[in-house]
């Protein structure tokens, strides 16, 4: 947005300074982003993204504040806010884009079995995804020769095992049922901290289809 602006103003080497910038800048934030969240977890990497966004306004206002003024002054036409909503909004998928590409080449991923993947988010690490494969293999859920992608998540007070699934896989699946006896087996032989313990059905997209929980009565219930 702050580049648009530039360029509105008749700044053309301003503009395509702050894109460069602009770009190295996302992908700096990501990677620093990726190892906050994989040491103090998701919660103070959120307050980092309100940090910066609240930078980044105080900067387009410092450089541009009394341009866009006087621009407006002289009987100059903003854009509306509409098309610079716009605007913003391509640049933040742009960004989120991007933000994933680097984050898929940041992530750790764990290989159980030769063919079972656990990639790690948060504060898990590789000690606690092999715990996990081991526990889910003697669950049975994880069958020698089968692929399969699980992705293992750690926040202060909430662990996350989230499975690669369909909504067509599990439709006629009593997963309180089936997935119960792991979730009491994860709670007993790694999540020992007494933290939430979540049990997430997702598709390729990431979307979640079904979140499950270990209750205090070491009851699972799914939603």
């Not at 504040?65 to 909004?89: Q, T, Y």
């Not at 079904?210 to 939603?223: A, D």
Request: aromatic content about 6%; overall charge positive.
């Amino acid at each position: 947005m702050i580049a648009t602006n530039f360029q509105r103003l008749g700044a053309a080497k301003k503009s395509y300074l702050t894109a460069a910038i602009g770009a190295a800048a996302v992908a700096l934030v990501v990677m620093l982003s990726y190892s906050i969240e994989r040491r103090f977890g998701k919660v103070v990497n959120l307050s980092l993204v309100g940090v910066l966004g609240v930078a980044t306004f105080l900067i387009a206002k410092r450089l541009q504040g009394a341009a866009v003024k006087a621009h407006e002054a002289e009987g100059g036409r903003l854009e509306s806010r509409w098309k610079s909503a716009g605007i913003m909004g391509l640049g933040m998928a742009q960004a989120m884009i991007g933000a994933a590409a680097v984050i898929s080449l940041l992530q750790t991923t764990v290989v159980i079995g030769g063919t079972h993947e656990i990639a790690l988010a948060g504060m898990a690490t590789e000690s606690d995804a092999r715990r996990v494969g081991a526990v889910v293999t003697d669950a049975g859920v994880l069958r020698a020769g089968q692929q399969s992608r699980m992705m293992l998540t750690k926040e202060p007070s909430t662990w996350t095992l989230t499975f690669s699934s369909t909504k067509a896989r599990i439709a006629n699946i009593d997963l309180a049922a089936v997935f119960e006896p792991l979730a009491n087996a994860l709670a007993g032989r790694v999540f020992t901290g007494g933290e939430r313990v979540l049990l997430v059905f997702a598709n390729q997209y990431s979307f979640t289809l079904k979140t499950c929980e270990l209750g205090q009565q070491h009851r699972l219930t799914c939603r």
